[in-house]
């Protein structure tokens, strides 16, 4: 199961207990203080792992407390610092801190409602390579620190403080140049087969695409891209319809998205209003993002028709594309790395008319 929104308690572990010891020698009855100091309790540390690609190891352990530091001891020994608790997190993991959750959760930790109120603690994305989440408390003095002039056998140490808490939201944000959107069947998982060497599964049917997916494309000089293929959206997805637009949110941070679209449907132009649609009213910029339509499956005769006509119109940001045949694809290359490279501007109005205008042919 693929899991990108977890919520987690996690605790640095305590400092532990200075010692109250005195030195006990044959020749020393009265010897001095000696306690020793507690040792730092551990860290909880978010380090990024490239290997993982969800967060499906933290749903199952939401609690996640890093040990205690050890008592101090005699003869000014101090205790052993508690090991730091390590948690990996793939790339692009943002993390926000629960403004109300209680010190400690129940056994089970829902996920917050969306607009339960979240502090943004850490993006964990290069060059971000390490995060303290919870420091550690600091380990007790032991009473050897105590003695003075005033006081040369203090019977008090200093008890170590508590290690930090808290309750997190982790939520996975892929991290793609390219967003891959568009409605089930469109040939999403088909185009990043074609573009990368991501090996999606692609089949004739709504929903195949459970999970998202990320696939690098490279150009011989060095040029490299990745683009996400996501589950597809469909009408009323922001409402929760199919598998809903959550997913969505793995194309947030690309820099360019591309709207796709099956030609040979009955309307390809209402698909386009559509996923606009469902972009504007997911929110968070990315019906502003830059995109490029891609036309696909010109192979289809209907499709066929409806390409020919679009090439009479200027498409400037419309692509057309066979994902099965190959066919346009080295076009839809070469128009990737114009457009990112460029840093592009959008200009959605002639290709949205220039469908438009097919549309109504
Ligand atoms: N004829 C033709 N069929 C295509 C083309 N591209 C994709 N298909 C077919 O369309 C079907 C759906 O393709 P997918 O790539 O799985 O579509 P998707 O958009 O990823 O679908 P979901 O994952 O369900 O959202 C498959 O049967 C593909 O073989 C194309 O260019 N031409
Ligand atoms: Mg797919």
């Known amino acids: ?34 306690g020793g100091d507690g040792g730092k309790g551990g860290d909880v540390v978010l380090v990024l792992d490239p290997h993982r690609d969800d967060l499906s190891h933290l749903l199952l352990s939401p609690h996640q407390i890093a040990p205690n530091g050890r008592p101090g001891m005699g003869a000014t020994k101090a205790g052993r610092k508690g090991p730091d608790l390590v948690l990996p997190v793939p790339p692009g993991t943002v993390v926000s801190r629960i403004r ?46 105590f003695r003075g002039p005033r006081n040369q056998a203090p ?39 074609r573009l990368t060497s991501a090996e999606p599964k692609v089949a004739d049917y709504p929903f195949t695409t459970l999970a998202p997916m990320v696939g690098v494309l490279e150009w011989p000089d060095g040029f490299r891209l990745t683009v996400a293929d996501i589950p597809g959206l469909i009408r009323d997805a922001h409402l929760g319809k199919g598998l809903g637009d959550e997913f969505l949110r793995h194309v947030e941070r690309c820099r360019l998205l591309l709207m796709v679209l099956d030609l040979s ?28 339509i891609v036309g696909n499956k ?18 400037s940001n419309l692509v057309l594309v066979s994902a099965l045949t190959g066919e346009g ?6 128009a990737l790395r114009k457009e990112l490279t460029r840093n592009p501007r959008q200009a959605p109005c002639a290709a949205a008319a220039s469908l438009s205008a097919q549309d109504s042919e």
Not at 162 to 178: H, R, T, Y
Not at 329 to 334: N, P, R, W
């Open 1 to 34: 199961m693929f899991v990108d929104r977890v919520r987690i308690f996690a605790k640095a572990g305590d400092g532990g207990r200075g010692c109250v010891s005195f030195r006990r020698a044959p020749h020393e009855p009265r010897g001095g203080p000696d």
């Open 100 to 145: 109300s959750a209680p010190e400690r959760g129940s056994k089970l930790l829902p996920l917050p409602a969306h607009d339960a109120e979240l502090d943004r603690v850490v993006d964990m994305a290069p060059p971000i390579e390490r995060f303290v989440l919870c420091r550690g408390g600091r380990g007790g003095w032991g009473n050897w620190h």
């Open 155 to 193: 019977r008090h140490a200093d008890p170590g403080r508590p290690g930090e808490s808290g309750q997190f939201v982790l939520e996975l944000k892929l991290l793609a140049d390219v967003g891959l959107v568009g409605f089930p069947n469109a040939g999403k998982s088909s185009l990043l087969r």
């Open 265 to 292: 449907g009955a309307k390809p132009m209402d698909d386009f209003l559509l996923l606009r649609r469902e972009l504007e009213s997911y929110g968070r910029g990315l019906s502003e993002r830059p995109f490029l």
């Open 298 to 315: 010109t192979d289809l005769p209907r499709a066929r028709r409806a390409a020919v006509r679009s090439t009479r119109a200027d498409g």
């Open 329 to 334: 694809i080295t076009e839809l290359i070469s």
